[in-house]
């Protein structure tokens, strides 16, 4: 009698699941499948195929697979390899607080390779993938000029506080915010562009938006003072910096895959202005799927002509973390956060540090989230290439994640004898 | 005033093009587009980025793109680099005799924001016509026995040299190969076996009688200089090739492009003789970041023990062209022709030729076609993906082509001189 079991049943997204099967014959080849429906009803799927073992045994944790969406041991395979029926869509939680993603893993006892709706699997199993933990209050944000979403943890606190900011495309993306919140941090998920009354295209950053809602973070009953983190992705990390080179209330900074100068609109902070690097359309390429390659497309922070433009990051009283896929395909992130590095150094500030994962494109996300090669993004009329080799931008996900928790706790949290 | 010319404006498919802009402000970025519609109705892309020199000129055979759908100095990247608007389609000529492709020539000034919407108006245009026949070619359809395809002849007066054309496991009748090689001076037979007419969607087994039928019914005609006839095939159609240059000493030319060089899949038979295919190993498939499947390690695992199912290549009296993509991720092309060279040496002949394309992947076409990433055969799969990365594949198309042609009027037409 085969057996499927998916333990824990129920989970955090970014905790493992550990999935086995038992009862199967000895050497059987099977095909253990995933599929997901997002909150749009937009099916993603994956598959691998397994051979038992003596006893008719697979464990995902020992067990490799032979082929599919991915081979080797990987435990969470089938989850970070889930993959769109329709090209380009990528998968986002939009409700965090009240909904898990459910995710069918199904068990066929031979290479099912198709997917038929007549038949049935021969054993199936549901798992819950939660984006938020029990006790987790979520506060929509509406004051003054600030719009987004404060995720705070359980008891009395302080908890260090986070903005967390994603790229310019608009919306409020919450997921990693309600994770990182249910880490222990109390995260204000922060909009800036087309969101509620927010301006619908980004005509300048405005860094006192910023302050503004760093000052906000910080008054809240419980937040641990005196500073804060910011941990940002893309055009999100761009404003990251900026905020980290400008504002003595952000003192631990995190930027995945971002431009270390101040691109395509102007940024503001009170009296100064700065101008951008603009991007050279011409320079897209169109990769074989049809999505589109920008990395080419960023000017060049190195020539004399730009210098205007560089984020000062000799000025950030905190410490910055940068995060870099090798593979990115959206932005060069890994030669921009090595300048922003050399940058530091030859000002003899030590206080920054860069993690580089070959093989991990745009998009590193908290872990077990499925590679999103390319998608769609708002405004735009091809899909954008985010870039990425599978299994190692999953283990980069992983790794990431631990290092991102750990530069909070180190730079944020008071211990009774700071140096 | 804005100029911008091609030449020649009408072609055949595989003439290239001489495309130019002039009147430009000096030194201005414009984007050149291509489109096209096939007859399907499903539309085709491509976008490069040029900058005009001193007086104002774009020349795509002297200058180099700075971005869009290839970089770099390549006079036809807007025709190899079209894509499809929904990801999966190939583009395939069916009628190849009565129209040809349009492809509509577009400038703009590039005025392009990120968001790649061009703002400016449309600066010149025009329209190519790329041909899958010369003026002159005549089509017969065959149904003769139990041969179904279609028959190419160039024109003129006098004999040509006879060639049979095969595809893979696509099944059909597709034709636009052997018209274009009777364009060159072939007389080509693109011939069924499987999905056409009255032939089965999934035969049984691959009876290679059927083939010794066409090389006969080509043989025997009039336009038709034998003693030879040559084979042009590709994906499971190779393997067809590669017996029939084996079993049938009429066949003094075999092209075989990305091909397994063993029975797979079905028997093979013939006149008694039956070769079991390769058992394959289902669980070997992989999917690719984007979803396409690739089924090239299908045979990894059994190969090794199948000596059953490789045919006695070394008993084949003519000449092999093996054409290999090294990124073909369909079939392991490259594998398979060294297990099929090394079968060759080890029997002290040398009658083989071996053309490797790094870069290119399974879906080798005459040039300029436009590598197609991924697509679906309706009974296998929605999305195969067939490897190749887009210049290196497009080079390999050009160059193949021309050896192909080569190879086949070398062992096809007898010279004056004895043969060696």
């Known amino acids: 009698m085969f057996q499927l079991t998916a333990t824990p049943a129920s989970a955090l997204a970014d905790d493992s699941v550990h999935i086995q099967v038992t009862g199967l014959p000895p050497f059987q080849v099977v095909t253990l499948k995933a599929s997901l429906k997002d909150e749009k009803g937009n099916l993603f799927q994956s598959k691998a195929f397994y051979r038992a073992n003596e006893a008719g045994e697979v464990d995902l944790e020992q067990t490799l697979a032979l082929g599919g969406d991915y081979v080797g041991v990987h435990l969470m395979g089938l989850f970070w390899s889930l993959k769109p029926k329709k090209a380009f869509q990528r998968l986002l939680k939009q409700d965090v607080m009240n909904s898990p993603f459910w995710v069918t893993l199904d068990l066929y006892d031979y290479i099912c390779f198709h997917d038929s709706a007549t038949v049935q699997p021969r054993a199936s199993q549901m798992v819950q993938r939660w984006f938020s933990g029990p006790g987790i209050q979520r506060k929509q944000i509406r004051e003054g000029r600030v719009r987004g979403a404060l995720f705070l943890p359980p008891g009395e606190g302080p908890f260090p506080g986070v903005i967390d900011l994603f790229g310019g495309f608009g919306n409020l993306i919450e997921f990693r915010a309600s994770l990182l919140a249910t880490r222990g941090f109390a995260v204000l998920a922060l909009a800036y562009i087309a969101y509620e009354d927010l301006p619908d295209k980004l005509l300048e950053v405005d860094l006192e938006y910023f302050e503004e809602a760093a000052n906000l973070l910080l008054a809240y009953p419980k937040i641990q003072k005196p500073g804060i983190g910011v941990l940002s992705l893309s055009k999100g990390a761009e404003i990251a910096l900026a905020t980290a080179c400008y504002l003595k209330q952000v003192v631990a900074t995190i930027c995945i895959n971002g431009f270390n100068a101040v691109s395509n609109v102007p940024l503001r902070y009170r009296d100064l202005v700065v101008t951008p690097i603009r991007s050279g359309g011409e320079r897209m390429q169109v990769h074989i799927s049809g999505a589109v390659c920008y990395r080419h497309c960023h000017g060049d922070p190195r020539d004399e002509l730009n210098r205007q433009s560089v984020l000062p990051v000799e000025n950030a009283q905190g410490c910055i973390l940068f995060i870099v896929g090798e593979d990115d395909e959206c932005i060069d992130s890994k030669a921009y956060a090595e300048q922003a590095m050399d940058q530091l150094q030859s000002h003899g500030r030590s206080c920054g540090r860069i993690l580089v994962y070959p093989g991990a494109g745009h998009l590193i996300e908290p872990p077990y989230a499925p590679l999103c090669f390319a998608s769609w993004v708002r405004g735009f009329s091809w899909p954008s290439l985010w870039g990425g080799v599978p299994a190692a931008h999953a283990a980069a996900q992983e790794h990431a994640w631990g290092e991102i928790q750990k530069f909070f706790r180190q730079h944020l949290i008071q211990t009774r004898s700071k140096l | ?420």
């Not at chain 2, 009876?207 to 025997?220: C, H, M, S």
């Not at chain 2, 297990?339 to 060759?344: C, F, G, T, V």
């Open chain 2, 1 to 420: 005033m804005i100029q911008l010319t091609a030449t020649p404006l009408t072609a055949l498919v595989d003439e290239p093009v001489h495309i130019r802009a002039t009147g430009l402000t000096p030194f201005q970025v414009v984007s050149l587009q291509a489109s096209l519609r096939d007859e399907n109705g499903k539309m085709f892309y491509s976008r490069a980025y040029y900058r005009a020199n001193e007086v104002g000129e774009v020349d795509l055979e002297r200058d180099s793109s700075l971005g869009g759908d290839y970089v770099g100095l390549h006079p036809m990247g807007l025709i190899w680099s079209l894509k499809p608007e929904n990801v999966l389609t190939r583009l395939m000529k069916k009628d190849v005799m009565n129209s040809p492709f349009q492809v509509q020539l577009k400038l703009y000034d590039s005025d392009l924001l990120l968001d790649n919407k061009p703002t400016s108006a449309l600066k010149a245009s025009l329209t190519l016509e790329r041909w899958y026949v010369a003026p002159g070619v005549t089509r017969i359809l065959v149904r003769e026995g139990r041969l179904r395809g279609a028959l190419f002849l160039p024109p003129g007066e006098g004999r040509f040299p006879g060639v049979i054309d095969l595809f893979g496991t696509t099944g059909g009748l597709i034709e636009f190969r052997a018209s274009l090689l009777a364009s060159h001076g072939f007389v080509c037979l693109a011939l069924a076996f499987r999905g056409y007419d009255d032939l089965p969607l999934n035969p049984e087994i691959t009876d290679l009688e059927y083939f010794e039928e066409a090389v006969n019914f080509l043989l025997r005609h009039p336009k038709v200089d034998g003693p030879g006839i040559g084979v042009v095939s590709i994906c499971k159609g190779a393997e067809i090739g590669l017996s029939m240059a084996v079993h049938l000493k009429q066949i003094t030319a075999a092209v075989l492009i990305n091909g397994p060089t063993f029975t797979v899949g079905v028997p093979h038979v013939y006149r008694g003789q039956v070769y079991q295919p390769v058992p394959h190993s289902a669980q070997l498939i992989t999917i690719n970041a984007l979803g396409a499947v690739e089924f090239y390690h299908l045979f990894e695992e059994t190969r090794a023990e199948s000596s059953k199912s490789f045919f006695p290549i070394e008993k084949a009296q003519g000449h092999f062209l093996f054409i290999v993509g090294e990124e073909d991720k369909n079939i392991n092309s490259k594998t398979n022709a060294e297990l099929a060279i090394d079968q060759l040496r080890r029997n002290g002949k040398n009658n083989w030729t071996l053309l490797s394309y790094p870069g290119a992947g399974h879906l080798i076409d005459p040039p300029y076609a436009p590598l197609c990433f991924a697509s679906g055969i309706g009974h296998v799969c929605s999305a195969i993906h067939w490897g190749g990365e887009m210049i290196p594949h497009a080079a390999a198309q050009e160059h193949a082509w021309k050896e192909i042609q080569k190879f086949l009027r070398k062992h096809l037409i007898p010279t004056t001189t004895s043969k060696l």
